[in-house]
Nanobody, 120 residues
C-alpha cells in the first residue's frame, strides 16, 4: 500500500513563488516517473510537468521558464517549484507518480490535490 501526500500550496500574490511537494509513504521499491497536473474551475485537468526516470522533463507551454519539476529518491519525494506566478495559475494541483512495487509491478498513484491561489 502506497499513499501520496501533497503540501506547500496556499495564497500568493502575482509574481510570487510557491513550492509544492509530494511525498510517498508505504512499502515500495522505487519511483519510476513523476507528473504534476492542475485543474481550474470550468477547465479540464491539464498536465503541467513531467519528469521521467531518465531525468528528461516536459512542461506545458503555459508554464515553461517559470516552473521546475524535481525529485529526491532518498526522501521518496518530488517537488514543483513555481515562480513568477500568474492569476491564471490558480488551480488545484495534483501529483501523479508511477511506482515500482517490491514485487516488480508498476502502479499509478495520485495525491489528494492542493489549492494554489494567485491573487492580489
Amino acid at each position: 500500500q502506497v499513499e501520496l501526500v501533497e503540501s506547500g500550496g496556499g495564497l500568493v500574490q502575482p509574481g510570487g513563488s510557491l513550492r509544492l511537494s509530494c511525498t510517498a509513504s508505504g512499502s515500495f521499491y522505487s519511483i519510476n516517473d513523476m507528473n504534476w497536473y492542475r485543474q481550474a474551475p470550468g477547465k479540464t485537468r491539464e498536465l503541467v510537468a513531467l519528469l521521467s526516470r531518465t531525468g528528461s522533463t516536459n512542461y506545458a507551454d503555459s508554464v515553461k521558464g517559470r516552473f521546475t519539476i524535481s525529485r529526491d529518491n532518498s526522501r521518496n519525494s518530488g517537488s514543483l517549484q513555481m515562480n513568477s506566478l500568474k492569476p491564471e495559475d490558480t488551480a488545484v494541483y495534483y501529483c501523479n507518480l508511477n511506482i515500482w512495487s517490491t514485487m516488480n509491478r508498476l502502479s499509478e498513484y495520485w495525491g489528494q490535490g492542493i489549492q494554489v491561489t494567485v491573487s492580489s
